[in-house]
């Protein structure tokens, strides 16, 4: 069994910029794929950011040259730096891991992106 715990959201500005955090616990987490995720009221849940156990990375359209995914194995931890914030970014972001057949989320943090 593998507990995410996000943590780093919160309200920004547009144009600003916000870290999250997602601290593994349970499991050996080096060999997760692990995935950041968001939903918009009213809208589906979305995936924004993946990250493999070998380090490959991934990223929506709507994110790209704004976002970085990365991870620190020594601490168990994935990180999703966002800058550039939008309005449209305002979503509850979830912390998402894999490993064959066996997946895990944390519980979502907001983020609002707002003046």
């Known amino acids: 069994q593998v507990q995410l715990v996000e943590s780093g959201g919160g309200l920004a500005q547009p144009g600003g910029s916000l870290r999250l955090s997602c601290a593994a616990s349970?499991?050996?987490?080096?060999?997760?794929?692990m995935r950041w995720y968001r939903q918009a009221p009213g809208k589906q849940r979305e995936m924004v950011a993946t990250?493999?156990?070998?380090?490959?990375?991934n990223y929506a359209d709507s994110v790209k040259g704004r976002f970085t995914i990365s991870r620190d194995n020594a601490k168990d931890t994935v990180y999703l730096q966002m800058n550039s914030l939008k309005p449209e970014d305002t979503a509850v972001y979830y912390c998402?891991?894999?490993?064959?057949?066996?997946?895990?989320w944390g519980q979502g943090t907001q983020v609002t992106v707002s003046s």
């Open positions: 998402f891991g894999t490993y064959y057949n066996s997946e895990y």
């Open positions: 349970g499991s050996i987490f080096s060999v997760y794929t």
């Open positions: 990250i493999t156990s070998g380090g490959r990375t």
